[in-house]
């Protein structure tokens, strides 16, 4: 399934981000490889990795080896702290392509707002806006940006300009503020961690809704963020896991399965290391 970003917008925006993707961070090795492999077979288009994870040789060597066109393929890589300055984020995406076997990327994520503010974000921005125009990445965007680091890159390249923010989300951490302000730009977001690192599988109202719909909570987390309108990236090393996460985006949640869904925000954070930004 393909839909587009977001709705009628100029060409900046105009990629297309099938809404479920597979996420990579911590494989490694034969894992990797075979998680792609496997998600590929499966039917997923979309593929979520970054420099630090580092894995995008395996990733490169994977999609190769599937025999998928690369051209019906959305490959995400994201730029490390360390490589957002402006005469190192180019080679840096560089290597990245050299690694995954691509001539370019479809999106190119700022991994983290630079810790400390050390490099300007004007800075890292102008390098992906370089990167797009050579032909790099089709398109450009951000990652774990509170709502003032949202403000100041769409003040500094427009809104149109970011394919997405892509944010922690789960029902376990909701980011309300982020997510309020992000629609009211119509920035796209991207939730990863979507089933909280495995966790929503035990919490009881969503193994209430799950079997109400003949489900799992896996799905039911997935679904209720696609609802919302949010692309999510679960990653899974079991095809049994993949093939089911991948049902998510036909299973339609009531208004008051979404309603309880809302109530289990507890502000629990999964991802939060010390060079993080002060959160929303
Ligand atoms: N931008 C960022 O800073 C950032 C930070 C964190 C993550 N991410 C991205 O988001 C992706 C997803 O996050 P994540 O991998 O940390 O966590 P996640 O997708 O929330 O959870 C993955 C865990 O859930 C399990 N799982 C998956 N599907 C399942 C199912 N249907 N039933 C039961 N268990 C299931 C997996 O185990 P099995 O392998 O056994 O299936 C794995 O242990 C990452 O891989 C990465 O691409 C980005």
Redesign the pocket.
Known sequence: MTTTVSRSMPQARAISMPPL???????KGQTVID?IKSGLSLGYRHI???QI?GNEAEVGQAIAESGVPRAGLFVTT?IWTEQLAGDRLIPSLRESLAKLRMAAVDLT?I??PSPGGAVPLKETLDALIEAKRLGLTRAIGL??FTVAQMREAIDLVGVDELATN???I?PFLQNRRVVDFAKGQDLPLTA??????????TEPVLLDIAARHGT????VSLAWLLQRGFAV??????P???A??LTATALRLSDEDMTRIAALDRGER??DPDFAPDWD
């Open positions: 993707g597979l996420g990579t961070f911590r494989l998680a979520d990795t970054a994870y994201k994520l991994h983290w990652s774990n892509q944010v922690e789960h990863y961690m979507p089933l909280a690192y495995g966790k929503v599988m799992t909570p896996a799905q990236i679960p990653s899974s090393t079991k049994s896991n993949q089911a996460n999964l991802a």
